[in-house]
Nanobody, 119 residues
Framework: QVQLVESGGGLVQAGGSQRLSCLAS????????MGWYRQAPGKQRELVAH???????KYADSVKGRFTISRDNAKNTVYLQMNSLKPEDTAVYYC?????????????WGQGTQVTVSS
């Protein structure tokens, strides 16, 4: 079992920056990658970014160039650095630990952290 705890959410003005953290605990040997998703009211949950064991990162087009995902394996922590925030970035952000080789596959979810960007 893997437990994930997100932190760092809150209120921020448009154009500002914020960093989210995801602390993982439990049996991580089967986890191949970590990802960040977000879900806004009335919208589907969408993949924002993910990172592999080798620190290879991918981003959604909507956040490319503004967000950076990173990991500290010694601390079992994944980060999402968010810069140049826009009101449309407002959502609940979720961390996911992926068991297989596809970010869309099976895994574990955190409780989520709210990010609100005001204009």
């Amino acid at each position: 079992q893997v437990q994930l705890v997100e932190s760092g959410g809150g209120l921020v003005q448009a154009g500002g920056s914020q960093r989210l953290s995801c602390l993982a605990s439990g049996s991580m040997f089967s986890i191949n990658s970590m990802g960040w998703y977000r879900q806004a009211p009335g919208k589907q949950r969408e993949l924002v970014a993910h990172i592999t064991r080798g620190s290879s990162a991918k981003y959604a087009d909507s956040v490319k160039g503004r967000f950076t995902i990173s990991r500290d394996n010694a601390k079992n922590t994944v980060y999402l650095q968010m810069n140049s925030l826009k009101p449309e970035d407002t959502a609940v952000y979720y961390c996911k630990a992926v068991i297989g080789f596809s970010i869309e596959g099976s895994g574990y979810w955190g409780q989520g952290t709210q990010v609100t960007v005001s204009s």
